[in-house]
């Protein structure tokens, strides 16, 4: 073990700011890590491995046999491992891609390995897999590298571009629509049956959504916002034509709209319950600020484009 050392490692959670779901399809998306973080700290023990977290421990259980085995490596010692997290589960915002990065970078300080991103990035993937079933690979990578990544996967390939923002960016509000009931990967499935039922609509749907996600990516680029609410509010129609936005969330968005701003979900969305986080923006975002205090919604401040992950003990 790199040894004897106490190991702590952190990640970013993500929102997606445009592509959620046509990015599966091969479609760009633009994502963004944000400003709350998972750790995971890893201690030598004297035997077995313990594993203290919130959330039950089998993904991370799975990310620590994965890495073992993809990396060749095995865990001689006991283990305590303990996973503290800022980033709510179930909301858009990437809680298992921080986890499975956060675990892959530990276990690379574990076993002494030079921190080969682009490696940590891949195996994290592949833990993302057994979550998800068939994920993009955008939200680990995000997490992985940090900042704002335009991403997009041909096969099993990803083309990741950072994006240098040189402006400052208007202020985004997220608001909360509810935990979803379904998870990421049931999500993605709703979409691939629809994919199958009706192919040539939903291609249609994804290639408008890619679209849009050229056309945001190229604002973000030049620090122009002018057609940002035109962007979103498009956006936002293609997810809920792809089904994967539920009432609540599409009543929230549909307040906001007669307000004058623009508002999507951020993630994989969500049917039966809420549909996560809501991406909002409003040329005077105090008006959706006065709004959720009215409603008593909650509201996540965040940053964005913050770093990815992190070795806290370099
Ligand atoms: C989930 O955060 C984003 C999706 O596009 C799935 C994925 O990219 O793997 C819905």
């Known amino acids: 073990m790199a040894q004897k050392r106490d190991i702590l490692v952190s990640a970013p959670g993500k929102i997606i700011l445009s592509g959620e779901h046509s990015v599966v399809y091969g479609q760009p998306a633009l994502l963004t890590a944000v400003n709350r973080r998972l750790s995971v700290s890893i201690k030598e023990a004297d035997q077995g491995i313990e594993i203290i977290a919130d959330e039950p421990p089998d993904l991370a259980r799975y990310a620590l046999e994965k890495t073992e085995q993809l990396l060749k490596k095995e865990i001689k010692r006991g283990l305590k491992i303990k996973i503290n997290s800022q980033i709510p ?24 390995k030079t921190w080969d991103k682009a490696l940590i990035n891949q195996i994290a993937y592949e833990i993302e897999k057994k979550q998800h079933g068939n994920p993009s690979g955008g939200d680990n990578s995000v997490v992985c590298f940090g900042g704002f990544l335009r991403f997009q996967k041909r096969g099993e390939k990803f083309i990741i571009k950072p994006l240098k923002i040189k402006t400052s960016l208007p202020k985004f509000i997220l608001l909360d629509s509810g935990r979803a009931k379904e998870t990421t990967g049931e999500m993605v499935h709703c979409v691939s049956k629809k994919y199958k039922k009706e192919k040539l609509k939903v291609k249609r749907t994804l290639s408008l959504i890619g679209r849009t996600t050229i056309k945001t990516i190229a604002g973000f680029k030049k620090g122009n916002f002018n057609q940002l609410t035109t962007l979103i ?44 986080v809501v991406l909002c923006y409003h040329p005077k975002p105090k008006i959706i600020l006065n709004f959720a205090q009215k409603q008593k919604l909650v509201h996540f401040p965040v940053k964005l484009g913050t770093e990815g992950v992190k070795n806290e003990k370099n």
Do not use: D, M, P
């Open 89 to 112: 589960v179930g909301r858009g915002f990437g809680s298992s891609a921080a986890l499975a990065v956060a675990i892959v970078g530990g276990l690379f300080s574990y076993f002494g």
């Open 233 to 276: 509010k498009e956006n936002e129609r293609l997810l809920e034509e792809l089904g994967v936005v539920g009432q609540k969330a599409k009543r929230l968005i549909r307040e906001i709209e007669k307000l004058g701003g623009a508002a999507k979900i951020c993630g994989a969305g969500g049917l039966k319950a809420g549909s996560g």
